[in-house]
């Protein structure tokens, strides 16, 4: 029985198909990327170093994700001139992407027990060493005056995080405004710590619940991805051998 080959032009759409998913897979990497760096990593800011493994891997997923565009439009070009170099080319960076897609996702994953293990003494301890109060200037209190806001919760652990701290030693007061439920009103004094008037919860909980979602975000992007674009590669190695 003679060998059957599959027709040029067959290849040719095929190839084109996929090359469209990979240049699909490039824009979800930007918007991955995006949502992370943009949304909810804001708020994890406040976890330091703890969390910068987000921010990282979030702009690598942004210029995989551009690179990966542009190599869609190259794999275009070149199956329309024929170019084997240019195929080669993509090919070969494709490669490399896809290997550091897989790398990432490996190293979100393994990162965040990390964050989970380490992060909350470390930010007990500076918080009480660093928070200056409500509406302060600096960047560490303008980032904790926005998570406690916006989270509805006080301190890393709870409400007493501010007992014998700095800002209370400065102050007077046994925690910041943004504490409060209604933080204009009378009862919010920094001195009355009923249920009513302040958030008693502590902040940590709710911030490791959005680096949980961001890891998974992450992860589960770099993969799917990295699996979107795997018969994109396969197929421009065939065309490049079909040229050859």
């Not at 979030?58 to 240019?86: D, P």
């Not at 919010?188 to 009513?196: E, F, I, Y």
């Not at 993969?223 to 018969?231: E, S």
Request: aromatic share 12%; hydrophobic share 45%; with cysteine.
């Amino acid at each position: 029985m003679a060998e059957r080959h599959i027709p040029y032009y067959s290849l040719k759409k095929l190839f084109s198909f996929f090359n469209g998913v990979t240049v699909l897979s490039g824009m979800i990497l930007i918007g991955l990327s995006i949502y992370v760096n943009f949304r909810g990593a804001v708020l994890t800011k406040v976890l330091g170093r703890s969390s910068a493994y987000l921010f990282h891997v979030g702009y690598l997923c942004l210029v995989m994700g551009s690179v990966t565009v542009l190599l869609g439009f190259a794999r275009w070009h070149g199956a329309a001139k024929e170019s084997r170099g240019t195929l080669l080319f993509c090919f070969l960076v494709m490669v490399i992407i896809l290997i550091v897609q897989i790398t990432a996702a490996t190293v979100v994953l393994a990162f965040f027990p990390v964050v989970r293990e380490v992060a909350l003494e470390h930010n007990f301890v500076t918080l009480r060493k660093n928070y200056r109060g409500y509406k302060e200037p600096d960047d560490y209190s303008m980032r904790w005056n926005l998570v406690m806001e916006k989270l509805k919760c006080c301190g890393v652990k709870n409400y007493t995080d501010f007992s014998g701290s700095s800002f209370e030693r400065v102050t007077g007061h046994t925690y910041p405004r943004c504490c409060c439920k209604s933080p204009g009103t009378v009862d919010c004094d920094g001195h009355n710590v009923s249920a009513d008037v302040i958030h008693q919860e502590g902040c940590f909980p709710k911030l490791l619940k959005i680096t949980k979602t961001q890891s998974a975000n992450l992860s589960g992007g770099c993969l799917g991805t990295a699996v979107m674009q795997l018969p994109g590669i396969l197929a421009t190695l065939l065309l490049f051998i079909k040229l050859g």
